[in-house]
């Protein structure tokens, strides 16, 4: 595949496999996804293949896995993306293991993120669910397959996709009747996701993927809480609105999502109300009717009903009672002059703290958080994310439970950094110049990039930084130069190893050369050409020659006896 060089495979789904590879051009590790072959030469699905794949690498969020290229090689079609080491979230809870629902949440709230930015492209996800999250090493959450895991288009059934087979605990009931998706179908299956987190299991189980799917369509879900009682009300609320049947009934977007998931972390209201189920029915047992036809010779006694003439009193006693009740309190409420003495809070200082700590703070002094507006940095002392202003002011009392709206400083919006290898010096540092970035130039060498060209950057192309970042540039200096081994005295064997170690040929010579005094026993290299320490290209050849003795010359004139 021309620059790429496929070395392990990953792991393997119902229409690709998964490659770790080598991009041998920016020297970087990447994960290469190549089409099965049984889906190579459908030529509509091949389109869609890329056309989604294309629409995928336009995404940029850090919750994303990026793609950074797509194409063919021989009838192989492959799609390159971003290698993140770390595991699924599919391992992490394998075998009903659960995580802790504050945990859940920041997954949850990181997708969501991810899905904002996908919609927002107009890229549906369609296969949301643990083996697509990947956790890196340091916990941060990447969502992979945007936008791939359609197979087809046409409401084909369930029984005829094996794919979606794969992933029927995490079926939207739009999907699983093969009707039209979009966005909100991907906030069914995460609502699936977090199910599945808080729970140690898919909301719906079943014999067979079809009885799962089907359940998604007619059955409701448990809450979570009644198999987790760790799972807080609202928790609930949320991750059952989630799950609503009718997608009318869902969150509409990923930031709707989002917004009340954040909620339940900072502990305030949800938005989300708990959803009863549909459709249920109470079901009344009645005596049997005592009108019953008896024989005609029969002679039928009435039973003596039982009288049950205090049920009605007792009744009205309580109605009485309660009615009495509720009239004293509101005598007392209204006879009272004093009103009641509202408590007061102060008002803490949060000027120069995150904006995070800022509304810990004034939630633990018994206040909420109010309106918090981003305004642009005035200077460099100002650090994006801190708190500049508060109102109410810090010191003043205002009553528990008041809101203080905050004034912070905007985040800057993130610069992807462009692809530059390949392209001069100039042209790379007008282009990261242009973006609001600060190019650094710097010397590398390379087998495969011309000399005065770009290597690649650090950050990678793909990446994004803040505005003013320092982006380092790396110019081919060409091949390096090798520095020929000393390799004298050594058998001719092991100096020809050596020798193609340094990325440097070898011959051995028929000439010989006088004995080397440091190896006067035969068989080992006497001399050689290029000597030890000169520098050479890669790829030089270097001449070994053996040792001899030389010539004997014997005395001149008659060798006979006088």
């Known amino acids: 595949m021309g620059r790429y060089r496929v ?52 995404i940029s969020n850090h919750n994303l896995v990026s793609v950074f290229d797509t194409g063919s090689d021989d009838g192989v079609h492959f799609i390159v993306m971003e290698y993140v080491e770390g595991r699924t979230l599919a391992d992490l809870i394998a075998g009903g293991g659960r995580i802790l629902p504050d945990r859940a949440i920041e997954i949850g709230i990181d997708v969501c993120h ?46 005829q996709t094996a794919a979606v087979l794969g992933t029927a605990s995490y079926l939207s009931p739009e999907q699983a009747q093969g009707q039209p998706v979009d966005g909100r179908s991907d906030l069914y299956s995460l609502g699936c996701v977090l199910f599945e987190m808080v729970t140690g299991r898919a909301p719906f189980l079943g014999d067979s993927p079809v009885a799962v799917a089907s359940k998604h369509v007619l059955e409701q879900p448990t809450p979570p809480s009644r198999l987790n009682p760790d799972v807080s009300p609202d928790l609930d609320a949320v991750i059952l609105r989630a799950l609503a049947k009718n997608p009318a009934n869902r969150y509409q977007t990923a930031e709707e999502f989002r917004e009340d998931l954040e909620r339940v972390r900072r502990g305030q209201p949800v938005n989300a109300t708990p959803l009863l189920p549909a459709g249920t029915t109470q079901v009344i047992d009645r005596p049997a009717s005592r009108t019953a036809v008896l024989p005609p010779t029969a002679h039928h006694e009435p039973e003596p009903e039982r009288s049950n003439w205090w049920v009605p009193v007792l009744v009205t006693l309580l109605i009485l009672g309660l009615l009495a009740l509720v009239l004293f309190l509101l005598a007392r409420n209204l006879l009272n002059d004093e009103p009641p003495v509202a408590t007061l809070v102060t008002v803490p200082d949060v000027i120069g703290e995150t904006r995070r700590d800022a509304e810990r703070i004034i939630q633990d002094a018994g206040l909420e958080v109010g309106k918090v507006t981003p305004v642009p940095a005035v200077d460099e002392t100002q650090e994006p994310g801190t708190v500049i202003d508060q109102d109410p002011a810090a010191d003043e009392e205002v009553e528990e439970g008041a809101p203080v709206n905050l004034t912070v400083v905007a985040q800057p919006d993130l610069v992807a950094i462009p692809p530059l290898e390949g392209s001069t010096p100039e042209e790379a540092q007008a282009a990261l110049v242009e973006l609001g970035l600060e190019p650094v130039l710097q010397d590398q060498a390379s087998d495969t990039i011309d000399e005065g060209l770009v290597i690649g950057t650090d950050p990678p192309a793909g990446d994004e930084v803040e505005p003013g970042s320092p982006v380092t540039v790396f110019v081919s200096t060409g091949a390096d130069a090798v520095v020929v081994p000393e390799v004298r005295c050594q058998p001719f064997p092991t100096a020809q190893r050596e020798l193609d170690d340094a990325g440097l040929n070898s011959i051995i010579s028929s000439d010989t050369v006088a004995i080397n005094p440091l190896c006067p026993l035969g068989n080992k290299v006497a001399d050689q050409s290029p000597r030890p320490g000169e520098e050479v290209e890669p790829g030089t050849t270097v001449t070994l020659f053996g040792g001899a003795e030389p010539a004997p010359t014997g005395p001149t004139g008659n060798t006979g006896d006088d």
């Open 114 to 159: 991810a899905l904002e930015a996908a919609h927002a492209q107009g890229v549906i996800h369609r296969d949301i669910k643990p083996g697509n999250i990947m956790l890196d090493e340091n916990g941060r959450v990447k969502v992979t397959d945007f936008g791939i895991a359609r197979v087809t288009s046409n409401a084909e059934t369930i029984a």
């Open 7 to 58: 070395e392990q495979e990953l792991g393997r789904g119902g229409m690709a496999k998964v490659y770790r590879g080598q991009d041998t051009v920016l020297g970087r590790t990447v994960a290469i996804k190549i089409l099965a072959p049984q889906f190579a030469d459908d030529q509509d699905f091949v389109h869609r293949f890329r056309r989604e794949a294309q629409a995928a690498a336009r």
